[in-house]
């Protein structure tokens, strides 16, 4: 099982990024899958979800309205669209599988993770 982040990028204020978390080794439809994110200093901390087949998907408030959170089966992808960004959005951000139907956003329920992409929101 492999998972690999890639989109990452400096950014300014306001501004767009998505990130992919490209998987191999697994049938990705079988998998939840979650984004997560950690800052400097801080515990790393769920940001979005979506559940395995049938694509349902869960945001933690403060992503609510400006990620985005989707998936593409067929080549083994799961992507998250950020709009609005805003400086506290800085962090590393990482995607963890599950082999289960449904996803949360707590990182102790996920088995298998990517190494993360920096993603940096700054004028």
């Known amino acids: 099982v492999q998972l690999v982040e890639s989109g990452g990028a400096l950014v300014q204020p306001g501004g767009s990024l998505r990130l992919s978390c490209a998987a191999s080794?697994?049938?990705?439809?079988?998998?939840?899958i979650g984004w997560f994110r950690q800052a400097p200093g801080k515990d790393r901390e769920g940001v979005s979800c979506?559940?395995?087949?049938?694509?349902?998907?869960d945001y933690t408030d403060s992503q609510k309205g400006r990620f985005i959170i989707s998936r593409d089966n067929v080549n083994n992808t799961v992507y998250l669209q950020m709009n609005s960004l805003i400086p506290e959005d800085t962090a590393v951000y990482s995607c963890?599988?599950?082999?289960?139907?449904?996803?949360?956003?707590?990182?102790?329920?996920?088995?298998?993770w990517g190494q993360g992409t920096q993603v940096t929101v700054s004028s």
């Open positions: 979506i559940s395995a087949s049938d694509g349902r998907t």
């Open positions: 963890a599988a599950k082999f289960a139907y449904y996803c949360s956003v707590s990182p102790a329920d996920y088995d298998y």
């Open positions: 080794g697994f049938t990705l439809a079988n998998y939840a």
